[in-house]
């Protein structure tokens, strides 16, 4: 048996949205494509956070009866807009993840991101044994299934995967209820404005910095 077959904790799954990624641009875009200033904006995200509603209602209240399906594809085709670029990398992101497969753990992303973020991810050069978006698999986040699908395609139990992201409803809770190890990264809109006592206290773990991650896994094992 080999060390990393022998640890508890085998595989750390990524969120991408405020875990990997800073989201500022791709909001601040669509601010733009949409006339809005994107103070505006991001005003009405913060508020549709803390009410707990789906970041979608953001335009319904900005833009009463928009497609976003349809402005998003017309918006793609028009400026090549993506949700994740190199250049929206958080600075720890890529150093954590190297220091992660340094340690042996096998590495996965999977996030509520439409498709293409699976080619961006592979643009990275990182060795990752699963990458997948919410428009591949057919189901999004906080749905069992999408855990369900991450656990059947790395093969291991629940127990064994840690699962990083930013949302207390659609990663903490969902992720510790599919029985793998939630970790909350504390950052981003969400992080920073969610507040649920029940959700953080299914968290394996708190941190701020993927760079933190390496030392608290092993704290968990």
């Known amino acids: 048996m080999t060390e990393n077959q022998a640890r508890a904790i085998q595989a750390v799954v990524f969120d991408v949205g405020e875990t990997l990624c800073d989201e500022t641009r791709a909001w601040t875009l669509w601010a733009d494509w949409l006339g809005i200033p994107a103070l505006t904006l991001h005003s009405v995200l913060g508020a549709v956070i803390e009410r707990g509603e789906d970041h979608r209602r953001v335009f319904e209240i900005l833009r009463p009866g928009l497609d976003v399906a349809a402005e998003s594809r017309r918006k793609r085709a028009s400026d090549g807009f993506a949700w994740a670029i190199r250049e929206d990398l958080y600075p720890d992101a890529l150093p954590a993840l190297e220091a992660l497969t340094d340690a042996g753990y096998r590495l996965g992303v999977a996030g509520n991101q439409p498709i293409e973020t699976e080619a961006f991810i592979g ?10 978006s919410s ?21 291991l139990a629940p127990s064994a995967i840690a699962y990083v992201g930013d949302r207390l409803d659609n990663d903490v809770r969902p992720a510790a209820g599919a029985g793998m190890r939630a970790i909350w990264i504390r950052r981003g809109p969400w992080g920073l404005i969610q507040s649920d006592t029940e959700a953080i206290s299914m968290a394996s773990g708190t941190i701020d910095t993927l760079l933190e991650l390496p030392d608290l896994l092993a704290s968990l094992e």
């Open 123 to 132: 643009s990275l050069g990182i060795d990752v044994d699963l990458v997948a």
């Open 135 to 155: 428009e591949s698999l057919g189901v999004a986040k906080p749905d069992p299934a999408f855990f369900e699908q991450i656990t059947r395609r790395l093969g």
